[in-house]
């Protein structure tokens, strides 16, 4: 039975990722037919007894197949406005491929729905490690507050930040560069001209010490390019090159003011200090300093002029938090998500429909397995805040999904698809665990979690000793042939524990489907909503959780 729902699973993975599935089968048209699921269990036992039919209606009852979805394309449309943010910096040098794609694109459509409601704050809900974030504040010119649980996290995204800039810094100064060389090189054209050049060059390298310790691109931003076609015998030069000297004093000291300003605004370690070498003489600095210190009271008084700054912060939120206590400059605002655990992503939906600031939500969760369920255990505890069911359709049927069901969810079956399949072996030992702990130490139930041993162990017996361990569990009275008798006893099983999981694998979209119509339909019961839609944002194969739950209130934005 094992081969036959493998070979049967195996097929429809693969139809699945030719796209040759259900508007080529026949049967399709029975799918919303309850009395079809008659002919996939039996109706006495309950058991699978038609894989194909099965996978079938999996796959019909996926989001992919629902009709549901907003397809991205149509809300950028809609959105309208042009792409700011279209060149730039380059994610995939600091980020892994999957995070670099997710950033990308998330990042697009929070600026567009921003323009669009005509708002520059960003409120990050579980921000982790800044990288949508910081992307957003540098990329979009948006001002973000990233909110994490983890002081490590904010911590490592202060750091993270601040080497961003750096890159960042790299980025404009090449792109300011790289219009400058296109004229030199139309300059070259003329021999007249190119000597010249070379003269200016020169008598400026050789008569201007103060700028010998500039950096060699930043004295190339800061000079007029016109200076090298202007230039018509020596003396007009020498005129030029004074004036030409007293405005790039000029700008590097207006630059410097700008510089200092924001750096009063902005959190610790976010830029490397920055240093002039304006700064000749002990009167020049003074002044300069009393500007700066000018500039930067009116900074702060104007909640500073740049926008295109990104705060990390430390909170715990739950669907109570009010973000005033958190945030004391909030304003108008779009809050997003990039793949916020468990409740949290519930919540983000709850604290958007309750706070009037909050004008738009882009949300993408993650971690089903952690959501808190209403119903799970068969209580009905109205007074406490849930993850699921969210909307009160499903709370009126006291639906319920169970933990084995919302692990399932978070299953890829796209990238299985694609060939990468199970790991058979760690789950198999995993299985084989959790019998030697409920016969051996009459453990039914732990608070303490494996995690990623499996990795780190060499064999079946390093494994369970290394979890033992962990768990807190005292080892000593289980001997290596009896763990080893555990294994044997069971490995014929290997290839029955793979199909049940693949069968998982095609379930899983179902399950997602679930969750997420809840979310969608709690904002659908809301008042204030003006549009709420699921938009796949990320390719599933890199980013299996691909699906973003978008809203948009009806005041400010329509």
């Given at each position: 039975?094992?081969?036959?729902?493998?070979?049967?699973?195996?097929?429809?993975?693969?139809?699945?990722?030719?796209?040759?599935?259900?508007?080529?089968?026949?049967?399709?048209?029975?799918?919303?037919?309850?009395?079809?699921?008659?002919?996939?269990?039996?109706?006495?036992?309950?058991?699978?007894?038609?894989?194909?039919?099965?996978?079938?209606?999996?796959?019909?009852?996926?989001?992919?197949?629902?009709?549901?979805?907003?397809?991205?394309?149509?809300?950028?449309?809609?959105?309208?406005?042009?792409?700011?943010?279209?060149?730039?910096?380059?994610?995939?040098?600091?980020?892994?491929?999957?995070?670099?794609?997710?950033?990308?694109?998330?990042?697009?459509?929070?600026?567009?729905?921003?323009?669009?409601?005509?708002?520059?704050?960003?409120?990050?809900?579980?921000?982790?490690?800044?990288?949508?974030?910081?992307?957003?504040?540098?990329?979009?010119?948006?001002?973000?507050?990233?909110?994490?649980?983890?002081?490590?996290?904010?911590?490592?995204?202060?750091?993270?930040?601040?080497?961003?800039?750096?890159?960042?810094?790299?980025?404009?100064?090449?792109?300011?560069?790289?219009?400058?060389?296109?004229?030199?090189?139309?300059?070259?054209?003329?021999?007249?001209?190119?000597?010249?050049?070379?003269?200016?060059?020169?008598?400026?390298?050789?008569?201007?010490?103060?700028?010998?310790?500039?950096?060699?691109?930043?004295?190339?931003?800061?000079?007029?390019?016109?200076?090298?076609?202007?230039?018509?015998?020596?003396?007009?030069?020498?005129?030029?090159?004074?004036?030409?000297?007293?405005?790039?004093?000029?700008?590097?000291?207006?630059?410097?003011?700008?510089?200092?300003?924001?750096?009063?605004?902005?959190?610790?370690?976010?830029?490397?200090?920055?240093?002039s070498s304006q700064c000749n003489s002990g009167e020049l600095c003074e002044e300069e300093k009393a500007k700066r210190k000018m500039a930067s009271i009116k900074a702060k008084a104007s909640k500073s002029s740049e926008s295109n700054l990104y705060f990390p912060l430390t909170s715990h939120i739950t669907a109570e938090t009010?973000?005033?206590?958190?945030?004391?400059?909030?304003?108008?605002?779009?809050?997003?998500?990039?793949?916020?655990?468990?409740?949290?992503?519930?919540?983000?939906?709850?604290?958007?429909?309750?706070?009037?600031?909050?004008?738009?939500?882009?949300?993408?969760?993650?971690?089903?397995?952690?959501?808190?369920?209403?119903?799970?255990?068969?209580?009905?505890?109205?007074?406490?805040?849930?993850?699921?069911?969210?909307?009160?359709?499903?709370?009126?049927?006291?639906?319920?999904?169970?933990?084995?069901?919302?692990?399932?969810?978070?299953?890829?079956?796209?990238?299985?698809?694609?060939?990468?399949?199970?790991?058979?072996?760690?789950?198999?030992?995993?299985?084989?665990?959790?019998?030697?702990?409920?016969?051996?130490?009459?453990?039914?139930?732990?608070?303490?979690?494996?995690?990623?041993?499996?990795?780190?162990?060499?064999?079946?017996?390093?494994?369970?000793?290394?979890?033992?361990?962990?768990?807190?569990?005292?080892?000593?009275?289980?001997?290596?042939?009896?763990?080893?008798?555990?294994?044997?006893?069971?490995?014929?099983?290997?290839?029955?524990?793979?199909?049940?999981?693949?069968?998982?694998?095609?379930?899983?979209?179902?399950?997602?489907?679930?969750?997420?119509?809840?979310?969608?339909?709690?904002?659908?019961?809301?008042?204030?909503?003006?549009?709420?839609?699921?938009?796949?944002?990320?390719?599933?194969?890199?980013?299996?959780?691909?699906?973003?739950?978008?809203?948009?209130?009806?005041?400010?934005?329509?």
């Amino acid at each position: 039975m094992d081969q036959l729902v493998k070979r049967h699973i195996r097929f429809h993975l693969e139809s699945h990722q030719r796209g040759n599935n259900l508007r080529k089968l026949p049967c399709l048209t029975f799918i919303n037919n309850d009395d079809t699921f008659s002919n996939v269990f039996c109706e006495n036992s309950k058991k699978l007894i038609n894989v194909d039919l099965f996978a079938l209606a999996a796959e019909y009852y996926s989001l992919s197949h629902l009709g549901v979805c907003t397809p991205l394309e149509e809300l950028l449309k809609a959105l309208g406005g042009d792409n700011q943010g279209s060149t730039g910096i380059k994610t995939d040098e600091f980020m892994n491929n999957k995070k670099s794609h997710e950033v990308q694109v998330m990042s697009e459509l929070v600026d567009k729905i921003a323009n669009y409601c005509g708002i520059k704050q960003v409120i990050d809900i579980g921000s982790g490690k800044g990288y949508l974030s910081s992307f957003l504040s540098m990329q979009y010119n948006l001002k973000v507050y990233g909110i994490d649980s983890s002081n490590t996290n904010t911590n490592g995204a202060h750091e993270r930040n601040r080497k961003l800039k750096k890159h960042w810094r790299a980025y404009q100064s090449r792109a300011r560069a790289n219009p400058e060389s296109q004229r030199l090189e139309k300059a070259n054209d003329s021999p007249v001209q190119n000597e010249i050049k070379c003269k200016a060059v020169n008598d400026r390298t050789l008569n201007n010490s103060c700028l010998q310790s500039q950096d060699q691109r930043t004295t190339q931003d800061l000079i007029p390019s016109c200076v090298f076609t202007e230039v018509a015998t020596s003396e007009t030069s020498k005129q030029t090159e004074i004036d030409l000297v007293a405005q790039a004093q000029c700008n590097e000291s207006k630059l410097s003011e700008e510089a200092l300003a924001i750096l009063d605004v902005l959190p610790a370690n976010a830029v490397e200090i920055f240093s002039s070498s304006q700064c000749n003489s002990g009167e020049l600095c003074e002044e300069e300093k009393a500007k700066r210190k000018m500039a930067s009271i009116k900074a702060k008084a104007s909640k500073s002029s740049e926008s295109n700054l990104y705060f990390p912060l430390t909170s715990h939120i739950t669907a109570e938090t009010e973000l005033g206590d958190i945030i004391a400059d909030l304003e108008d605002c779009i809050m997003v998500g990039l793949h916020t655990c468990g409740d949290l992503a519930a919540n983000t939906l709850r604290i958007f429909t309750a706070k009037p600031e909050i004008k738009a939500v882009c949300s993408v969760g993650c971690c089903y397995h952690l959501l808190s369920e209403q119903y799970e255990n068969q209580e009905d505890c109205t007074e406490e805040v849930w993850g699921f069911p969210m909307c009160q359709y499903l709370k009126d049927k006291g639906w319920c999904c169970g933990r084995n069901a919302r692990m399932s969810a978070c299953l890829a079956l796209e990238r299985i698809a694609v060939g990468q399949m199970l790991p058979t072996d760690s789950l198999f030992y995993r299985a084989v665990l959790q019998v030697i702990i409920e016969e051996i130490y009459g453990v039914t139930k732990s608070e303490r979690h494996v995690g990623k041993i499996f990795s780190k162990s060499s064999s079946f017996l390093d494994y369970v000793r290394k979890s033992l361990k962990k768990m807190e569990l005292d080892d000593s009275k289980l001997p290596d042939s009896c763990i080893m008798d555990y294994y044997e006893k069971y490995k014929h099983r290997m290839n029955e524990l793979e199909a049940f999981n693949m069968l998982k694998v095609v379930l899983a979209p179902c399950i997602e489907v679930l969750i997420l119509l809840d979310r969608l339909c709690y904002l659908k019961e809301q008042d204030n909503i003006a549009w709420s839609g699921l938009v796949k944002l990320f390719d599933p194969v890199k980013s299996p959780r691909c699906y973003a739950v978008i809203a948009l209130k009806k005041q400010s934005c329509f």
